[in-house]
């Protein structure tokens, strides 16, 4: 089945402790990234790659980071974790991102940082 | 800076009752607007794009860049459509989503 699976589903963690969340898509898309969700705010983008190697910024990106190594997969990486990081945290990826290419997203990760 | 807006919250409505979601945006581009749903328990997913030129699900969504507005409609709302909106401006490679609306659809 096409689609992006994301790891682990749900995580409680202690500020500080280095944490991992993968992504992986099985659709051979170019373009994946992540978002964090928090009420009220919607989904603001946190980093997103283009193709293997190719990660840049979105709009929050402090305090993460991402790696593309592979096509198929794209972590995120919390360093240091802080409790302003709890947030439910969705990956998605897509062909490009044409207007004719949709965002296809995992089922989302909650992350509560104590 | 580019950004999406969605006034309502949470929007409630009766069965067979006209629904329209509304969002704006600030982008000094040329936009390319989307609307996404997440019902229940599924996983965020596209509804229509400003370039759909079809109704989907019953959905039409018009972009007026005058007004910088890309309102979801549907003449008939459905128990089935209740789920998150969201609006989303695509810029350069970068998105950004509003807050979404909840819309709730009474029997």
């Known amino acids: 089945e096409a689609q992006v699976t994301q790891n682990p589903r749900y995580l409680i963690t202690v500020t500080g402790k280095k944490l991992t969340v993968t992504c992986s898509q099985n659709m051979n898309h170019e373009y994946m990234s992540w978002y964090r969700q928090d009420p009220g705010l919607g989904l603001r983008q946190i980093y997103y790659?283009?193709?293997?190697?190719?990660?840049d910024k979105g709009d929050v990106p402090e305090g993460y980071k991402v790696s593309r190594k592979e096509k198929r997969n794209f972590p995120l990486i919390l360093e240091s974790p802080s409790p302003n990081q709890t947030s439910l945290y969705f990956c998605?990826?897509?062909?490009?991102?044409?207007?004719?290419?949709?965002?296809?997203f995992g089922p989302g990760t909650r992350l509560t940082v104590l | 800076a580019q950004r999406v807006t969605q006034p309502e919250k949470l929007l409630s409505v009766f069965k067979g009752a006209p629904v329209e979601l509304k969002c704006n945006y600030s982008?000094?581009?040329?936009?390319?607007l989307f609307w996404y749903v997440q019902y229940s328990r599924q996983r965020l997913q596209l509804l229509l794009r400003?370039?759909s030129r079809e109704s989907i699900k019953g959905f039409t969504a018009d972009l007026n860049k005058g007004e910088t507005s890309f309102h979801l409609k549907k003449p008939f709302a459905q128990e089935e459509d209740s789920a998150m909106y969201y609006c989303a401006l695509r810029y350069g490679q970068n998105f950004v989503f509003g807050p979404g609306t909840r819309l709730s659809v009474l029997p």
């Open positions: 982008y000094s581009g040329s936009p390319e």
């Open positions: 998605a990826s897509s062909l490009g991102t044409s207007i004719y290419n949709e965002q296809f």
């Open positions: 400003h370039i």
């Open positions: 790659s283009m193709n293997v190697e190719v990660t």
